[in-house]
């Protein structure tokens, strides 16, 4: 669902149409990096959306402000915690990803595919190698 959501939203980008369902579409996906959805870090807890009212799957709780309060300061703190860690780790592996890539250079005449966010290009020739860089033609 993630995926499709990033190529609408790609093609609305170029075209500067976005609109409030996909901000809320966004906002309401659990990241893989953090664990959570925006909404969730920002709001400390989940929206709740047309589809949750339907089939009432978020029943509000018989609480006080102040056992809310207390209860929403708790979830942040738990959230924010577990972010910090999960961000560490999701910095580890996309370094150790990079780094691998990054030693593993393209040869001039290799067939590679352009990872374009629609969809993938190719195969294009490596005609040049760089130490950053790799320039690439269709054939």
Known sequence: ?????????????RSGQFTQADRIQYNAIV?????????????????????NVLYETNPSPNQTTQE?????LNRNHKASD??????????????SFYDRKQ??????????WLDDPVRWKGPYAVVEVKKFSVQIARQ
């Open 1 to 13: 669902m993630k995926d499709q959501l990033a190529k609408q939203l790609y093609r609305r980008s």
């Open 31 to 51: 990241h893989e990096t953090t664990g959570y959805s925006p909404f969730y870090l920002v709001h400390g807890r989940e929206p709740i959306l047309a589809c």
């Open 68 to 72: 809310y309060v207390a209860d929403l």
């Open 82 to 95: 577990f972010v910090t860690e999960k961000v560490a780790i999701q910095k580890n592996k996309q370094k």
């Open 103 to 112: 030693s593993q250079p393209h040869k001039i005449g290799e067939k590679v």
